[in-house]
């Protein structure tokens, strides 16, 4: 992959191209080698620039918070792309319509529609994550969806094609649609319900609430590392894996990767876990649930190679 090209952009809004760049740092892993290159893009223009030039002679990974990836322990051969302040804008186009950049973060959005006295973000105050990820994913918890709330999608191709999806045209599932992968996602158009702001403010305060509970923090983790398998059972996951595995043996065996003992749908980076100490927990919780259960879990965390 010639890069030579690469070094002369010169960008209009002080986006930044760096080559080699520490991957380990911008996911809450903390885990990654480095990417052959990175993009902070800070517009539009900015990023059209770059993906006509660049014109896909490598892989192309857009990351939004890192809370939801496990990058490899390699060169990752490609650009790793981080949408910067120009995607990070959010404002209220109606009483009950909200426009929301896709780097700006879940909860960003969610107290927006609070002080705004809109209903029905309340469920991103617990997603850690951004919304241009919530929208490729489909993401979710406390019985609501992305899709629940969305009405259309603004997004540019690998080409810079500009271009716009009404949510009519989008096929939502569990922690999916069915959205090319060659899309980055720019901002995204949402609807609630007008209501009171001290309304609001106590569901928030309900669902944080719970999340604490049930929920381990200021760790090193992704989230959620396996999708509940709706089409399977009737458990959880967490509950899949706590009855096919001995927690406490399991955390000896894998270096610094460990399960969350508060959560077990949680893995942690304990001190210096790597890629692949984390993959090959994955690995054998996957088929030791199998082995016990009969059902097949599927990651909810991207793994890139």
């Not at 930044?16 to 990417?35: A, E, T, V």
């Not at 603004?154 to 080409?159: L, R, S």
């Not at 595995?245 to 077990?264: P, R, T, Y």
């Amino acid at each position: 992959m010639k890069l030579d090209d690469l070094e002369k952009i010169e960008f209009l809004d002080n986006s930044r191209l760096n080559f080699n760049h520490d991957l380990s740092r911008l996911n809450w892993f903390n885990i990654g080698g480095k990417s052959k290159l990175y993009l902070f893009a800070n517009s539009l223009k900015d990023l059209t620039l770059f993906l006509k030039l660049y014109s896909k002679r490598g892989k192309i990974f857009i990351l939004g918070a890192g809370s939801n990836i496990l990058f490899g322990d390699d060169t990752y051969e490609g650009v790793v792309i981080k949408l910067g302040k120009n995607f990070n804008n959010i404002s209220r186009l109606s009483k009950n319509l909200i426009i929301s950049g896709s780097s700006c973060l879940d909860k960003k959005v969610s107290e927006f529609a609070m002080e705004n006295e809109i209903e029905g973000f309340e469920f991103l105050s617990c997603i850690p994550g951004t919304v241009g990820g919530g929208i490729r994913m489909n993401a979710g918890c406390y019985g609501k969806e992305f899709k629940d709330i969305i009405v259309s999608v603004q997004a540019v191709d690998f080409n810079g094609k500009v271009l716009t999806i009404p949510a009519s045209e989008i096929n939502f599932q569990y922690r999916s649609t069915n959205l090319p992968k060659e899309l980055i996602y720019l901002s995204g158009t949402f609807k609630g319900n007008v209501s009171a702001k001290n309304i609001i403010k106590k569901k928030i305060d309900k669902l944080k609430k719970t999340k604490e509970l049930a929920q381990p923090t200021r760790v090193k983790t992704s989230g959620s590392t396996f999708k509940n398998p709706i089409d399977q059972s009737d458990k959880k996951v967490w509950e899949l894996i706590r009855e096919s595995v001995d927690i406490k043996k399991v955390n000896e065996m894998f270096g610094d990767a460990k399960l969350s003992e508060k959560h077990c749908n949680f893995l942690i980076n304990q001190a210096k876990a790597s890629s692949q100490d984390m993959k090959n927990l994955i690995n054998f919780v996957k088929e030791n649930v199998y082995k016990k259960t009969g059902v097949n879990i599927e990651l909810e965390i991207v793994l890139t190679s």
